[in-house]
């Protein structure tokens, strides 16, 4: 099942950690992030269906971590794509989406053209995004706000 | 590998205050002498990016990781901080190679459990207290643009904290810490970087094109 996430394992994405950037150039847009309201298994439904869909071999590890493999060489090799699930509470979920091999340009296409689109139903939201839509199973107003939301629109 | 040794040979360098001779590096370090002359090329590109003095500046440091001088991050300042052992604004270069040792993977695990340790206790207070692990998940999901609700973040803190904190304080202690890191190793995994077992290589063949440009460049005639 997904790992679970504590605060310090959180504190570890930050690219301020990660001096491997002295050594070479940071192309950051190799991954990508989302949170979830949705339990893992309907998570895990998800991206199944989705890589499916994009006729991707799927190879599920443990540990919430689902392989994704093209099935015929891009510019630069098979395209791979890891998704990995963290728990931070059994309602929450964080899920990085990250290639692992192959052309970064082409996973950034996939990422735009077919993936963002396929998963826009579990998604609450995008790294470097406000909230997009309510949720029908989130809680009402006491729950305080970190950002300011705007409020939920029509999908 | 000999047109690199012949360049460290031609001409005697003027040597920066914090220089410390490879030889007494190595010794000290999980690196050896030729690692630490290719920490050098590396150190030499790091500190003349913003300010040519021989020393990494903040801002040097923030354009290494980020690509942006300007950008203000919570943990590179704590890394920075640490590097700069003296506490003199600037990394030396003995600085950034005993500092960077401890990233080896065949570093000790404590020296990489106690760096990490003072990483995070941001107020060194020889603790790490419950608003200070607040302050850097807080800081982390807007560095990383990520909207989470206050209640979810007050869970995530508790919950690490219920994890680590064995004598109930509402804090983790070094004694705390190192028990928490031995249930889950993955808690340091980003004081390691596999890059510094082939630093050498890394280096080495950023340094054979240059000399090999040079060397072009003098048989056209081009170096005047």
Request: a negative charge; proline letters at 4%; aromatic letters at 10%.
């Amino acid at each position: 099942m997904p790992s679970n996430l504590n605060a310090f394992d959180i504190i570890s994405f930050s690219p301020g950690f990660d001096l491997s950037g002295l050594f070479e150039e940071n192309d950051r847009k190799k991954e990508v992030r989302f949170t979830s309201r949705q339990p893992a298994s309907t998570i895990i439904s998800k991206l199944r269906d989705i890589a499916k869909r994009l006729k991707l071999k799927i190879d599920k590890k443990d540990g919430g971590l689902l392989k994704m493999e093209g099935l015929k060489e891009g510019r630069k090799g098979v395209l791979s794509i890891d998704a990995e699930i963290f728990e931070v509470t059994p309602n929450f979920h964080l899920v990085e989406v990250k290639k692992s091999s192959g052309d970064t340009l082409e996973f950034q296409k996939i990422m735009k053209q077919d993936m963002r689109p396929a998963l826009k139903d579990i998604v609450w939201t995008w790294q470097g995004e406000q909230q997009q839509q309510e949720q029908q199973d989130l809680q009402p107003s006491h729950v305080p706000q970190l950002q300011v939301v705007s409020p939920p629109q029509d999908s | 590998m000999f047109a690199l040794m012949g360049c460290f040979c031609l001409k005697k360098p003027i040597r920066k205050p914090g220089y410390e001779e490879p030889i007494i590096l190595a010794s000290e370090t999980p690196f050896t002498v030729n690692e630490v002359e290719a920490l050098y090329v590396l150190f030499k590109k790091l500190s003349s990016s913003v300010i040519d003095d021989g020393f990494i500046h903040k801002e040097e440091f923030q354009l290494a990781l980020f690509e942006d001088s300007n950008k203000q991050n919570l943990f590179a300042d704590r890394v920075f901080d640490l590097f700069d052992v003296k506490h003199n604004g600037v990394i030396e270069f003995g600085e950034f190679v005993r500092s960077l040792s401890v990233f080896h993977p065949n570093a000790p695990e404590a020296d990489k459990i106690a760096f990490a340790f003072r990483l995070y206790d941001l107020r060194h207070t020889g603790y790490i207290e419950r608003d200070e692990l607040k302050e850097m998940v807080l800081a982390l999901l807007s560095e990383i643009d990520l909207t989470v609700t206050d209640d979810v973040v007050e869970s995530i803190v508790d919950k690490t904290i219920m994890e680590a904190d064995s004598k109930g304080d509402g804090m983790i202690d070094q004694e705390e810490w190192r028990e928490f890191v031995a249930r889950k190793p993955s808690l340091i995994k980003n004081m390691t970087l596999p890059y510094l077992k082939w630093v050498l290589i890394f280096v080495l063949a950023i340094s054979i094109c240059l000399v090999h440009n040079f060397h072009a460049r003098s048989f056209y005639g081009l170096n005047s």
